[in-house]
């Protein structure tokens, strides 16, 4: 079984703050629930080619995984793939301006097929990877705009 779920949330913030926010690694542990611990494995700045080591908590389970960025461009798009993961998946982020009124639409987009323990909660996996991500991009919406409040 596969999942393929996309969330959106619309940011009251310009869409350079935004991408610039969210394709920074160091700020996953503040708006992406599960994510505890993230290490750059490859120097930075952010690439294509660079891989990003993250420590998460998915239904009660430590989730340990490695990304690498597949396509960057810093004011449309991130696009990584899992080369160390407990299901191989793919992670996209896009950012859209909305109507030149400094207001940025986020997509994340997140494909994958589920092995292992992960399998076994089957058909309820993709609701659940839906709901997260689109918990994970209100909390990103919030953090943004709360701090221009």
């Known amino acids: 079984m596969s999942i393929d779920v996309t969330a959106e949330v619309a940011i009251r913030r310009p869409l ?4 610039t926010y ?7 542990p503040a708006w992406i629930g599960g994510v505890r611990e993230v290490r750059m494995e490859t120097p930075p700045p952010l690439a294509v080619g660079s891989r ?13 995984y490695v ?5 960057l461009d ?7 793939r899992s080369v160390k993961a407990p299901f191989p998946m793919r992670v996209t982020y896009s ?3 909305a109507g030149g009124n400094g207001t940025t639409i ?3 987009r997140v494909r994958g097929a589920p092995g ?3 399998s076994l909660v089957g058909p309820l996996l993709g609701p659940m990877v839906k709901r997260s991500v689109q918990k994970d991009l209100e909390r990103l919406r919030d953090v943004l705009e709360a701090a221009t409040a």
Do not use: K, Q, S
């Open 16 to 19: 350079d703050e935004v991408a």
């Open 22 to 28: 969210m394709i920074d690694p160091e700020h996953d």
């Open 52 to 64: 990003v080591a993250r420590v998460a908590h998915f239904l009660g389970r430590r989730v340990e």
């Open 67 to 71: 990304n690498e960025v597949t396509a």
């Open 74 to 80: 810093p004011a449309r798009v991130l696009d990584m």
């Open 95 to 97: 950012f859209e301006a």
């Open 106 to 108: 986020v997509r994340n």
């Open 116 to 118: 292992g323990f992960f």
